[in-house]
């Protein structure tokens, strides 16, 4: 499989989601810069975490309006995964590719810490290694992570079953002091309606690696290169 | 006639006798501008001159050093090609007064003194040190400092792994603020600041320069006082996202051969960056500066050489390469500007409109520039604190005392401090905040660097010689307690009126304990900064001479532990001698309120003897816990492991003479904590190297157990530990 990763100026995960796709692939992702509106083709489109433009405006405002991204939006549209993690999950809510925004964190503070999610959704390309209900562990870093939407919004992910994971306690409870940052509903990552669009606060590719403290992250990107490996 | 009164030199900051030596250089009159740079390049910031004699005495040599002192930042060989590059630097005065700007902006310095050289940061550390938790200004400080910190690294990318903080009312007109960056570079790409080629282009690259921070170096180089405030147009802003832009853009250009020099506009801005690569490379630089991008209309040259605007590059490129360094820099959305050219006059000639504005001899300009032996006088000796007598009249328990101590501002937890920093971002971050020391991957290889910065000011100020021994001798040991092999360091010298005898008295002394420290431990200084007058109205704070320090782990897969209880049933093993010191101890500032006595005496021959058998024990495996022993003793060690881990331990108080709680918490140095499941055989390897160890517990259950029956949950233990930073910084959102 061919995936790329988008890079923009402010950037600054890019490095680690392509030593997780290699770890999982076994090949380099492709690294796109964001000024070359021509994007390969390829079996998936990561928009990795990062300060985009430095957040002005606002987070992810701006690489919205990148040259690649009218050609990622295309591309989503007709069925490629896209993944955005963090800064790219703001970029996928500014684009329009999913609903809601991301706010300020409640507490006002940049939070970076291992975080618990429940996974929500395993019917998709990105989570299928996971099963419903399972906790996993994995850390956020974020300033801009609360995420809200509309009660309507909010119903319609939940009554869709696009909420792909929620911060949770150990044992897999969904309460308020396991919210890191106020978001609606404890969601932590939501899907398009289609199902080949996820966009996610937690960034799994920091916790692929066990030298680093854990390999809950990994099955994400070893989930994507299964599915997504050319049929043998 | 530009009309230099006497009045205009003092605004300056140059003595009358300073201003005398600028007269004979010149041979005449100085113009505005010229009397501008002689002023920056003469602050103590920028030209050590109380320090400098002092700094000497340091050594800086090691067959491992590639460059030490007198760059942007030290050099050391990592093997494999691989260099380290790394320094700290104060912002202290900007911080204090616009503490999320002063603090952003000097992680914005260090990370480019580090990536001017060719490294790519991969780590940032500092050292923090505040007024009383009680004084008015000090919460807000602390808010602002640490989101300036984060707000700074987290958008470059770069992790903060780490870190000291400390509270004491001697900084409360006066914080510490001490910012280091760790960098990797092949060891045949870094580059260097000495001007060369004689026509070869001078290019301007960053960003636009504003009038934002004329004369930080002066401030920096001044007391406070109560209008401090008034200096806050001075403090200059940072654009973390420019310098990531920066990082970049050089690192792209570093790839190519286009660079013959390179230097960041740090302090003193483009005045200090041409007068040293042109002094470096015994060459001249002449500006056009009508060509230097500006952000304001109607700039002087005297702005203009004297703006600290952030995020910006002086480099000399070889001929021929400007089109294609003009590509990177223009992809990257960067200003790029040929702005002068090197010349063979040894002579900085700026033009303005046509008109030559400055026009001064660079080799008198830096080797004339003043240097002081300050008159000093050593610090009064403190008297021994023995035990008894530091423990008649108080009734605590060991558990009474340690869970006051492990709350108490000195010694709780700061996760409220470095979960506000980025600190896995780079995905290397192999020890995360909280343990000994960061331990960071060299990425793509399975070699480490551990980080760590120390320093105990109480000590320092009750004798400085010390003091300097223990900041030097606790960062060894503390990346010696991952299992890491130090390498060299870089110190932060923060201190009072170096124009008071007293205060470089303990300048002086520090240093003293420091060299020896440094010697006695193959530990040399690669790189520092210096930074006086950190004084209000008269009062000095502690002598502070932060230690960063940086070793070598060769196989982080198999040559580390952690510093938590790694399993339940396994013996706890003491190294290193236990006399029960109190003097200057956390214990007695919490039971009595005081810092009195000697400081603990550091035995180097010892420091360097147990560090050698445990570092031993972790590259072969044979432990599986490892905790240097420092602030607030033995108990408090045990404390931090048991909660690291997540497992208890069941502690007893041998019979030695030695009162319990001096045992417990005294802060005798050059020890460790081990946890192994073959006690003997290590015992016996001890004894055969001349190395103390004492078995002194066992780890299980989730209790931790001293002597008969005493004992706390560490669910308890954890609350009192994690509680009170946040809810001190809460109790300000009233």
Request: proline share 6%.
């Amino acid at each position: 499989m061919k995936a790329a990763v988008i890079v923009s100026p402010g950037s600054n995960c890019d490095r680690d989601v392509q030593v997780a796709l290699r770890q999982s692939i076994g090949r380099d992702p492709i690294m796109h810069w964001h000024g070359d509106p021509d994007l390969p083709d390829v079996d998936l489109i990561v928009i990795p975490g990062g300060f985009s433009y430095g957040d002005y405006l606002r987070a992810g405002a701006m690489a919205a309006h990148s040259p690649v991204m009218r050609e990622v939006v295309t591309r989503a549209n007709a069925g490629v995964p896209v993944l955005g993690i963090c800064n790219g999950f703001q970029i996928l809510t500014e684009c329009g590719l999913l609903p809601g925004v991301l706010m300020r964190n409640a507490g006002l503070k940049f939070i970076c810490r291992d975080v618990d999610l429940r996974v929500e959704a395993e019917d998709t390309v990105f989570t299928h290694d996971y099963v419903d209900g399972q906790i996993i562990r994995i850390p956020v870093a974020h300033n801009e992570g609360n995420y809200f939407a509309d009660d309507e919004t909010l119903n319609r992910l939940d009554g869709e079953n696009r909420v792909a994971f929620r911060y949770c306690t150990p044992a897999g409870e969904v309460t308020a002091a396991t919210n890191p940052n106020g978001a609606a509903r404890n969601i932590a990552g939501i899907l398009n309606e289609n199902r080949n669009v996820l966009g996610m606060m937690p960034h799994p590719e920091r916790l692929a690696d066990a030298l680093l403290g854990g390999t809950d992250g990994r099955p994400m990107f070893d989930g994507l290169a299964e599915a997504l490996a050319p049929a043998a | 006639m530009s009309g230099i009164t006497p009045e205009i030199v003092a605004e300056h900051g140059l003595t009358p006798d300073e201003y005398d030596r600028v007269l004979r250089i010149m041979g005449r009159e100085p113009r505005i501008t010229e009397l501008g740079i002689f002023s920056v390049m003469w602050s103590e910031h920028c030209s050590y001159k109380s320090s400098k004699f002092w700094l000497k005495k340091l050594p800086t040599e090691a067959p491992w050093v590639i460059c030490g002192p007198g760059e942007n930042a030290g050099v050391i060989d990592i093997g494999d090609g691989k260099a380290c590059i790394f320094k700290m630097e104060s912002h202290n005065h900007p911080s204090f007064i616009e503490p999320y700007q002063g603090a952003a902006t000097g992680v914005g310095g260090i990370l480019r003194d580090v990536f001017t050289m060719g490294a790519r940061p991969i780590a940032n550390m500092n050292a923090l040190r505040f007024g009383s938790p009680d004084h008015p200004k000090t919460r807000h400080l602390v808010g602002g400092v640490v989101a300036g910190i984060g707000g700074y690294g987290n958008c470059m990318g770069i992790p903060t792994v780490g870190g000291e903080v400390n509270f004491d009312p001697s900084y409360n007109g006066n914080i510490l603020v001490n910012a280091m960056t760790v960098g990797i570079a092949d060891t045949d790409k870094i580059f260097y600041s000495a001007a060369a080629g004689i026509g070869n282009p001078v290019v301007y690259v960053g960003s636009k320069t504003g009038r934002d921070g004329i004369h930080g170096a002066t401030m920096a180089s001044a007391e406070f006082d109560d209008d401090s405030d008034q200096k806050r147009p001075t403090v200059q802003v940072g654009d973390p996202f420019t310098e990531k832009l920066l990082l970049e853009a050089c690192l792209e250009l570093m790839a190519t051969d286009a660079i013959v020099a390179i230097q960041d506009m740090g302090a003193a801005g483009l005045t200090s960056s041409s007068v040293e690569m042109s002094d470096k490379g015994g060459v001249g630089i002449e500006f056009d500066l009508d060509l230097v991008p500006v952000r304001e209309d109607a700039m002087t040259a005297y702005e203009i050489m004297l703006s600290e605007s952030q995020e910006r590059m002086l480099m000399v490129l070889k001929p021929g390469r400007e089109d294609m360094a003009r590509a990177i820099f223009e992809k990257w959305e960067l200003d790029f500007a040929i702005i002068g050219r090197v010349t063979g006059t040894r002579r900085l000639v700026l033009k303005s409109g046509g008109e030559v504005v400055c026009d001064i001899p660079v080799p008198p300009l830096v080797a004339e520039a003043p240097e002081y032996e300050r008159p000093w006088v050593p610090t009064p000796p403190s008297p021994l604190l023995s035990a008894t007598d530091a423990l008649a009249g108080i009734d605590t328990t060991p558990i009474i005392a340690l869970a006051g101590l492990i709350a108490s501002p000195d010694l709780c937890s700061r996760r409220w401090v470095w979960e506000q920093y980025d600190h896995m971002v780079m995905g290397d971050t192999v020890r995360r905040p909280g343990g000994d020391a960061a331990v960071v991957r060299v990425h793509g290889t399975d070699r480490a660097l551990a980080i760590t910065t120390d320093c105990t000011p109480r000590y320092c100020v009750a004798d400085p010689v010390e003091g300097g021994r223990q900041a030097v001798a606790e960062a060894w040991r503390n990346l010696t307690a991952t299992g890491a092999t130090p390498l060299a360091v870089t110190d932060n010298m923060n201190f009072g009126n170096p124009e008071r005898p007293e205060i470089m008295g303990q300048f002086a002394g520090c240093i003293e304990g420091m060299a020896e420290a440094c010697i006695a431990l193959d530990f040399p200084v690669v790189s520092g900064n210096v930074s006086l007058y950190n004084e209000t109205n008269g009062a000095g704070i502690l002598p502070t001479p932060a230690i960063g320090g940086v070793g070598l782990i060769e196989d982080v897969r198999s040559q580390i532990v952690s510093s938590g209880f790694a399993a339940k049933g396994q013996t706890i093993v003491l190294i290193g001698d236990t006399v029960g010191h109190l003097g200057r101890s956390l214990l007695m500032r919490l039971l009595a309120g005081s810092d009195e006595g000697a400081p603990p005496p550091v035995d180097l021959a010892a420091e360097r003897r147990n560090g050698d058998f445990v570092r031993n024990l972790i590259t072969s495996g044979e432990i599986s816990a490892c905790h240097d022993i420092s602030d607030g003793g033995l108990l408090i060690a045990i404390a931090e492991m048991a909660l690291s881990g997540g497992i208890g331990a069941d502690i007893s108080v041998p019979d030695s003479g030695i009162p319990a709680l001096a045992w417990l918490f005294g802060e005798d140095q050059a020890r460790y904590l081990i946890t192994t499941i073959s006690p003997d055989t290590l015992l016996a390897g001890a004894a055969d190297a001349g190395v103390p160890a004492t078995v002194i517990g066992i780890t299980g259950s989730a209790v931790l157990t001293v002597g008969d029956g005493n004992s706390i949950s560490l669910s308890d233990l954890r609350n009192a530990h994690e509680n009170w930073l946040p809810e001190y910084m809460a109790a300000g959102n009233i």
